[in-house]
């Protein structure tokens, strides 16, 4: 019998080498005459030991990592292929303590199965959540949704049931899903994964919305920085519509739901939900003015649903579950759980799905094993380039969307990113302001004008130019931006900024002491 | 780079495959950079005709997006993460080696056409920071040295990865 070995063909663990370490496996296998079967799986998520080769042995998946091409002539002569001990082994992988402690919903088959093959969908689980809301009615299907609680996973939080029931009671001849992939926040990574690793399960989750709401036509927008994830996807809806679970008879239900991929060109505001519209019309992706609500005009002026693919995403397990199940997770007004995602200086990364209520402390320091540096951890932005740098004074706030906007900070998208005590917060202000100047659609003036000159006031401050009197513009400019801009770009560029002053001001040069 | 100029039959029958679809801009000036690395002049009267736009606009949509270029590149495309993530770990000291190594600034082509070098906000990979992708390959924790071996590879290839 042949040895079943899985090696990541996610594009985290192909930019360190996965694909040569599955050409020297099947090079050596093949000169040492052993018969392996390599299947290409996605990533587990624990980045520090990717290349992750996985063997299955009678007692399981054995993880090896990281593996290198040069470890592989190693490995097979220690017998790995039978899940033999070597100073790789990591042992059984569900038993890795990183994967272990996690509550992985979203993230259930991530990893286990070969993304592109509907068998293995199937076979865990797949499509079990589409074919519980074909037999229900498109009302009750978004009644579940409403009643799991779950809330808009692309850092917004808005309720998704509510959402769906916007669009479903606005009659249209034409309605659309729009799948938000556009993730463009630094320290994200987790709707890649999922792309990558999981694609059916995303096209599962938005048929679902389209049979939910009447929507007949389905739209990912992609980010071109991922075209690794666009091609995945495009194969498996050209697999899926061959199998029937798209296309004009949705499983032979009789209703239609057509899908398809398309890339952006590189433009952070496109993950603002009506920028990216926008784009997918064929324009320059510039904010619209709300309302309308895309719910009601959205892609091309009609009812639209558009969720981000961690939303889409956890929809089938809520169908198959039933929407108590996922309500279980979480604690407060934030039920279910989050894929968050460890970057930046830490020597764990990866992928931790928990419930809301888990705080930065458990996952900097029991997941994430500390700073990569071996320094102190100072912060950590979390939700994206817009989020706020949360000091460790704050690591034991619990998760969750209103505790976290009650210490003025995000939870986003689940976007952690590390940092040790040699970061210097003046230049991460001033970065936070510069990435709003590249980034701004200039549609309104708050965002476009105000972060060019958050730049030059944020260097004069740095300088020792009149500093309380730029503090105080600086402080005016933010409040400006805060409340005058038209989306959360321009709108929420000051929270890394504010944050980083008020936890950090030595960093500009203002003496604590003497402040105080 | 080898790729001659785009004929316009060719420009027009790229243009020809996409014309229908809602939205058709982006798809088209897609392809048209996967063809040739970069949007030519040309192009923009003829998508602008074909989709019933104006020049401005189709020009406005080019130049609005990062990802498309009107000059052609050199054989290959670098770009160097510049988000936090990668600015944790050493981003900052990568971009100036590159720089450095290259002999160029960030937008321009190293000297024997081998190297345009670009920054870019996020490549998705932040647990394997700091990242560079090269044409359509992503790598992960990149360090001075690994970054001369890939250019020094770069450098004796012909580049035909930049279309791929």
Not at chain 1, 133 to 157: E, H, K
Not at chain 1, 219 to 239: C, D, K, M, N, W
Request: net charge negative; hydrophobic share 40%; proline share 6%.
């Amino acid at each position: 019998m042949s040895a079943r070995i899985y090696v990541p063909i996610d594009s985290g663990a192909l930019s360190l080498g996965a694909e040569q370490v599955a050409r020297a496996i099947r090079r050596e296998a093949e000169a040492r005459g052993i018969a392996v079967d390599i299947v290409r799986n996605g990533s587990r998520g624990l980045f520090w030991l990717e290349t992750l080769v996985e063997v299955v042995t009678p007692q399981g998946r054995v993880a090896y990592g990281p593996v290198q091409p040069e470890d592989v002539p190693g490995l097979f002569d220690a017998g790995f292929h039978h899940g033999a001990a070597h100073p790789l082994c990591h042992g059984p992988t569900a038993q890795i303590p990183f994967l272990a402690r996690q509550e992985r919903l979203t993230f259930a088959r991530v990893g286990l199965t070969d993304p592109l093959s509907l068998d293995d969908y199937l076979a865990h689980g797949g499509f079990e959540g589409l074919k519980r809301a074909i037999a229900l009615a498109p009302a009750d299907v978004v009644q579940a949704v409403t009643d799991s609680g779950l809330r808009g996973r692309g850092g917004a939080a808005f309720p998704t049931g509510i959402k769906w029931k916007t669009v479903l009671d606005t009659p249209a001849a034409q309605k659309y899903i729009a799948c938000n992939a556009d993730e463009g926040d630094s320290g994200t990574f987790s709707d890649r994964m999922l792309m990558e690793g999981d694609p059916y399960c995303l096209i599962e989750g938005m048929t679902i919305a389209g049979l939910a709401v009447g929507a007949t036509q389905g739209y990912i927008y992609v980010r071109s920085e991922y075209p690794h994830a666009f091609r995945t996807l495009q194969a498996a809806i050209g697999r899926a519509r061959a199998a029937g679970w798209l296309g004009a008879s949705v499983a032979g239900c009789g209703r239609a739901f057509e899908l398809e991929v398309r890339m952006g060109a590189g433009a952070y505001i496109c993950g603002e939900e009506t920028a990216m519209l926008e784009s997918l019309e064929g324009k320059r992706g510039v904010v619209r003015a709300k309302p309308p609500l895309p719910a009601i005009a959205g892609l091309f002026g009609q009812p639209t649903v558009i969720n981000n693919v961690m939303s889409l995403a956890a929809v089938p397990l809520i169908l198959a579950r039933g929407a108590a199940f996922y309500r279980d997770y979480g604690l407060g007004r934030s039920r279910g759980t989050l894929p968050f995602q460890l970057a930046g200086n830490l020597r764990h990364t990866g992928l931790v799905e928990k419930a809301f209520g888990v705080t930065l402390r458990e996952l900097l320091e029991d997941f994430g094993g500390g700073s990569a540096s071996g320094r102190p951890l100072r912060t950590a932005q979390v939700g994206g380039p817009l989020g706020a740098y949360v000091p460790a004074t704050q690591f034991d706030v619990p998760l969750d969307y209103e505790q976290y906007a009650a210490i003025g900070a995000m939870v986003g998208h689940g976007g952690i990113v590390a940092f040790d005590d040699t970061v210097d917060m003046a230049k991460m202000a001033r970065h936070a302001m510069a990435f709003c100047v590249a980034e701004s659609c200039g549609k309104c003036t708050p965002c476009r004008i105000g972060s060019v000159r958050g730049v030059e006031v944020i260097d004069r401050i740095i300088a020792g130019e009149e500093r309380g009197r730029n503090l105080a513009l600086l402080d005016s400019l933010c409040d400006t931006m805060l409340a005058g801009s038209l989306c959360a770009m321009g709108g929420m560029t000051p929270y890394p900024v504010q944050s980083a002053l008020k936890h950090f001001p030595q960093d500009f040069g203002i003496d604590t002491a003497a402040a105080a | 780079m080898t790729t001659p100029l785009p004929k316009t039959a060719e420009l027009d029958a790229l243009i020809q495959a996409h014309r229908t679809l809602p939205g058709a801009t982006l798809p088209i000036l897609h392809a048209i950079q996967d063809a040739w690395g970069y949007i030519p002049d040309e192009a923009l009267p003829r998508i602008a005709t074909a989709l019933n736009l104006s020049r401005a606009e189709v020009q406005g949509v080019v130049s609005f997006y990062h990802h498309f270029r009107r000059t052609r590149p050199g054989r290959h495309v670098v770009q160097v993460c510049r988000a936090e993530s990668c600015l944790a770990m050493g981003a900052d000291a990568l971009e100036a080696h590159a720089r450095a190594t290259l002999g160029i600034d960030v937008h321009q082509t190293s000297a024997d056409g081998a190297v345009t070098l670009e920054p870019v906000y996020c490549l998705g990979n932040c647990a394997c920071s700091p990242s560079i992708r090269v044409d359509d390959d992503i790598h992960g924790r990149m360090s001075p040295r690994r970054f001369d071996a890939l250019v020094a590879e770069l450098r004796a290839t012909s580049g035909e990865g930049v279309t791929a």
